[in-house]
């Protein structure tokens, strides 16, 4: 019999979480018991993705340093990476603005419903949890966001997973690999490769819990959800911010066409299982091993440029995230700060969403901290901070899923442009199974 495609399998799970979350929301105790019994699976499967993210990021990226044998090359890599993730950025915060703009989804909203949610949601633990980890953030000086790259004490950057760090002390060391010379550089090089292969062999036995695992995050995330009264009156500009990302998510499989010559449909049925999972897990840095394994073993991108293209990109590289900010940030000034709406601010808009974009930390609900740093750049009243965020908070979970999956294939993208400008795009990639050496050992 022919095997289900994992992404049909990740469908199903997701599907079944769904309707479970719903049975369960609906009988008493029902909740509880997600909580205490369901949920735990959900955790258990993004510690194993976060487990191997650190170890995972530092052999991908030695070795693909190494492998590019050449300094010149890196650099020349890095620059167009960086380039196209701009320029996708700024793609997508034009899209989101516009929109808002023309749909103008803040525009006419009752009063009574405004009274609505800020009683609800204003003085939320969630809302003032996002505001004081803004505030922590904004108080550092302006290049503390760069100071923060360079790492002190590698094994703290691995325990906090700080990506940034170790991409850093990746990059460093494979450099110096390249420096040393090939004879002294090799018991370390195969080490790295070795380690590589171990991870990816990782991913492949984590994966094959993922069916279960979606169900568990997503009936967990249905169990969340307690007011749809307020949902529903939001769902204007939820529908605003959807249309936005669907339309960027368009936008790559144009440049995906055009510029790698690929077919579409095949891009997304390779990517797919990634996709499914950044929905679930809200988390570009948990979907990061995922990312990798689809990128390099399913859309045929040679490992020395997935290994950096992609651990940098789910840090720096986040279109969904600067779509929402730019609907968001103008959503809630058209309901409450209408005198604030100038072409000006909008133009402050583009740029700090771009830098907060790139700020964000690639895990749930980041998106909406550094929102309200785009925000204050404008001047919004402190006031009207909490109301601001209040007025969003209810859909922020659902946005943010959504939002995740832009983001992860924003990268997947970009990863294809990249290797194919430098010829590391191959045409028949061989996916590996976590089988593939079973028999000689079991
Ligand atoms: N959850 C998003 C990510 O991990 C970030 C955000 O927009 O909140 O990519």
Request: glycine share 8%; aromatic share 8%.
């Amino acid at each position: 019999m022919k095997k289900l495609a994992m992404h049909w399998k990740i469908i199903i799970g997701m599907i079944l979480g769904i309707i479970f979350g719903f049975i369960m929301n609906s009988i008493d105790g029902g909740r509880e018991f997600v909580g205490d019994w369901v949920a735990p699976f959900g955790k258990i499967f993004i510690n194993l993705l976060k487990l191997i993210a650190v170890p995972l990021i530092l052999a991908s990226l030695i070795k693909g340093v190494t492998d590019l044998k050449d300094i010149s090359k890196i650099k020349n890599m890095g620059l167009r990476t960086i380039g196209i993730y701009v320029a996708t950025t700024l793609v997508a915060i034009v899209i989101g603005l516009s929109i808002v703009n023309i749909v103008k989804p803040g525009v006419g909203m009752p009063e009574e419903t405004i009274e609505k949610i800020k009683l609800r949601y204003a003085n939320d633990a969630g809302v003032a949890d996002k505001l004081m980890k803004a505030s922590a953030q904004k108080d550092a000086g302006p290049l503390q966001s760069l100071v923060d790259i360079f790492p002190s004490n590698i094994f703290q950057s691995f325990v906090e997973a700080s990506m940034l760090q170790v991409i850093f002390f990746a990059l460093f060391v494979g450099i110096c690999l390249l420096l040393i010379g090939e004879k002294k550089a090799k018991p370390l090089v195969d080490f790295f490769d070795s380690l590589n292969e171990v991870v990816m062999k990782m991913v492949d036995l984590i994966m094959l819990f993922a069916p279960y695992a979606v169900f568990a995050l997503l009936a967990n995330v249905i169990i969340a959800f307690d007011d749809t009264e307020i949902l529903i009156k939001l769902l204007y500009y939820a529908f605003c911010v959807v249309g936005g990302l669907i339309l960027m998510i368009g936008f790559y499989l144009l440049l995906v066409s055009v510029y790698t010559k690929k077919s579409p449909l095949w891009f997304l049925k390779q990517i797919s299982p990634a996709q499914l999972l950044a929905f679930s897990t809200s988390s570009s840095a948990a979907t990061l091993p995922v990312t990798m394994e689809r990128v390099e073993e399913h859309l045929g991108v040679d490992g020395e440029v997935a290994g950096f293209v992609l651990p940098v990109g789910a840090t720096v590289n986040m279109d969904g995230t600067s779509l929402y900010q730019g609907i968001a940030a103008v959503f809630i000034m058209q309901v409450i700060w209408p005198e604030g709406l100038t072409f000006t601010n909008q133009l402050v808009i583009v740029a700090t969403a771009l830098l907060a974009s790139i700020g964000s930390a690639a895990v749930p609900s980041a998106g909406m901290v550094m929102l309200v740093i785009v925000l204050e750049s404008i001047g919004f009243p402190a006031e009207l901070l909490p109301i601001g965020l209040a007025l969003i908070f209810a859909v922020d979970r659902p946005l943010d899923m959504c939002r995740t999956v832009v983001n992860v294939t924003g990268d997947a993208t970009v990863s294809m442009m990249v290797a194919k400008s430098l010829g590391k795009l191959h045409d028949n990639p061989q996916a590996k199974e976590w089988d593939d050496n079973y028999e000689d050992v079991k």
